[in-house]
């Protein structure tokens, strides 16, 4: 049981944002949000977390809707290699579930 | 930082073999997990140990599979005997308590 729901799959063009949506409408106040991805023949690979507020890294950003039951995964300048699977996993002491995952396809 | 170790990358063996995958998780991080990955199923966890004490083994899918965790450098995933329906990749990722999880390259696994 994933918890999360994501669409199969999106599409975008190279060097434009992407906003990958997430909803976790059972989430619980202590859970977290992840996002992994997994590009082809590699392990997953952490990309970002947040709790509450939203959150920025080098890789990309999370927006976190207010009643916590839905999240969007920015990358803000889509390149050749971010195309992926990814992952939103809601997480709580140890307690990962990964779902289907969004397939993430960049077209030049 | 070396990053997560598996050992092997690859395994092709015949249904009926023991099959041991390995994993040296990063040094410092205290817990460590086994995940399969099939095309049906996506990406399944099978345990993880806390301080090399197992706490959830719930995925474990028979008693075929056995995993252990001697020491905090070192884990390995047994199975025995192997079928055909445990081919799948088979990754391990350890992290420092409930941090993000780093994961290794994986092991991918053939039974014939």
């Known amino acids: 049981d994933a918890k999360t729901t994501q669409p199969n799959s999106m599409e975008s063009n190279e060097e434009e944002p992407v906003h990958l949506p997430c909803n976790h409408s059972?989430?619980?106040?202590?859970?977290?949000i992840h996002w992994y991805r997994q590009l082809p023949s590699q392990g997953p690979e952490y990309v970002i977390h947040?709790?509450?507020s939203n959150v920025n890294n080098r890789m990309a950003s999370l927006a976190i809707a207010e009643d916590r039951k839905s999240s969007t995964l920015i990358l803000h300048r889509a390149t050749l290699r971010d195309a992926a699977v990814y992952y939103c996993?809601?997480?709580?002491?140890?307690?990962?579930?990964f779902g289907a995952g969004t397939r993430l396809t960049v077209k030049p | 930082d070396a990053g997560v170790i598996q050992s092997p990358r690859h395994e092709v063996t015949e249904m009926g073999q023991e099959v041991t995958l390995r994993c040296k998780p990063i040094?410092?991080?205290?817990?460590l997990f086994w995940y399969r990955q099939t095309m049906m199923r996506g990406l399944e966890l099978l345990i993880y140990?806390?301080?090399?004490?197992?706490?959830?083994d719930s995925g474990m899918p028979e008693d075929r599979f056995s995993a252990k965790m001697p020491n905090a450098s070192f884990s390995t995933l047994k199975i025995q005997p192997s079928e055909p329906r445990d081919s799948a990749v088979y990754f391990c990722?350890?992290?420092?308590?409930?941090?993000?999880?780093?994961f290794g390259d994986g092991t991918r696994l053939s039974i014939l």
């Open positions: 990722a350890s992290s420092f308590s409930s941090q993000p999880q780093h």
């Open positions: 059972t989430i619980s106040g202590t859970d977290y």
């Open positions: 947040g709790l509450t």
């Open positions: 996993i809601s997480y709580n002491n140890n307690d990962m579930r």
């Open positions: 040094s410092g991080h205290n817990s």
């Open positions: 140990f806390n301080n090399n004490v197992p706490i959830d």
